[in-house]
T-cell receptor, first 114, second 111 residues
């Protein structure tokens, strides 16, 4: 009964490869997010989708492409992986409409690019 | 200037003491403020939210907001070793619906 789940939990890959991270939420929320947390623990928003529509894109390189097949899922595909992509990627979700609504975070995916 | 600033710490306090975590922000239009706790290797977890000036208490936690000074703080009373974690200050910017985080303060509660 996990609220926000992500797969895989760990991802180790070589530079230049393409990889995907999947996220699913069973909270019935309309809005989902991808965040990147770097080695210095700085957590920064990358994308936000509201009911399958992209609403925030934080000048992330276009090697990163989010896809939302339905409002419960938000996947992240990364092309041509670079060393600097190594980080923990968190998915989150929130009920639409209120700024007071809590964002619930998934467990994170630790990506290591060698 | 960073949008949300926190001292990275570590902040070390003895068990049973009050831990005081501070955060300043630059966007005067910000209306919603949050404190998240993140244990090492885990995801952020919301512990407090505050939207109006003054204090808000929840158990051992008290959040304080001063919009005039653009300052948010979190007090943890009777600190326990299990409170040892990174505490992330976050806000929703005035012009957007984005949650913007500070870099976090590492709290270490010594038994």
């Amino acid at each position: 009964d996990t609220a926000v789940s992500q797969t895989p939990k760990y991802l180790v890959t070589q530079m230049g490869n393409d990889k995907s991270i999947k996220c699913e939420q069973n909270l019935g929320h309309d809005t989902m997010y991808w965040y990147k947390q770097d080695s210095k623990k700085f957590l920064k928003i990358m994308f936000s989708y509201n009911n399958k529509e992209l609403i925030i894109n934080e000048t992330v390189p276009n090697r990163f492409s989010p896809k939302s097949p339905d409002k419960a899922h938000l996947n992240l595909h990364i092309n041509s992986l670079e060393l600097g992509d190594s980080a923990v990627y968190f998915c989150a979700s929130r009920r639409r409409g209120s700024r007071t609504d809590t964002q619930y975070f998934g467990p994170g995916t630790r990506l290591t690019v060698l | 200037q960073k949008e949300v600033e926190q001292n990275s710490g570590p902040l070390s306090v003895p068990e049973g003491a009050i831990a005081s975590l501070n955060c300043t922000y630059s966007d005067r239009g910000s209306q919603s403020f949050f404190w998240y706790r993140q244990y090492s290797g885990k995801s952020p977890e919301l512990i407090m939210s505050i939207y109006s000036n003054g204090d808000k208490e929840d158990g051992r936690f008290t959040a304080q907001l001063n919009k005039a000074s653009q300052y948010v703080s979190l007090l943890i009373r009777d600190s326990q070793p299990s409170d040892s974690a990174t505490y992330l200050c976050a806000l929703i910017g005035g012009a957007t619906n984005k949650l913007i985080f500070g870099t976090g303060t590492l709290l270490a509660v010594q038994p």
